[in-house]
């Protein structure tokens, strides 16, 4: 599958595996996404943090392996946007 945008101007990566994992954790991102943009965008993110926030759900998007994504798909929000974190400040 190719490197798709979200509506909401994430670029979710293309990710590796096999091809049951891919669409399994295709799904799982989509939904893990969906449900942190929405926090974001109607929950009680101040304006001045939005970017920050939107900048750790680039870093979850930009994970490429599947197994990730399955591995972390009973992490709640607050966990996803740790994770989202920790990948950001190793990216640097």
């Given at each position: 599958?190719t490197?798709n945008?979200?509506n909401n101007?994430i670029?979710n990566?293309e990710?590796n595996?096999?091809?049951k994992?891919?669409?399994w954790?295709?799904?799982?991102?989509?939904?893990?996404?969906?449900?942190?943009?929405?926090?974001?965008?109607?929950g009680n993110?101040?304006?001045?943090?939005?970017?920050?926030?939107?900048?750790?759900?680039?870093a979850l998007?930009?994970?490429?392996a599947a197994?990730?994504w399955?591995d972390y798909?009973y992490r709640s929000?607050?966990?996803l946007?740790?994770?989202?974190l920790?990948?950001?400040?190793a990216?640097?």
């Amino acid at each position: 599958m190719t490197n798709n945008n979200n509506n909401n101007g994430i670029k979710n990566a293309e990710l590796n595996g096999s091809e049951k994992q891919i669409a399994w954790a295709e799904q799982i991102r989509a939904e893990q996404i969906h449900l942190l943009m929405d926090q974001i965008t109607t929950g009680n993110v101040k304006d001045a943090k939005k970017g920050e926030y939107l900048g750790l759900v680039q870093a979850l998007a930009d994970v490429t392996a599947a197994k990730w994504w399955i591995d972390y798909r009973y992490r709640s929000l607050h966990g996803l946007m740790a994770a989202g974190l920790a990948l950001a400040k190793a990216a640097k």
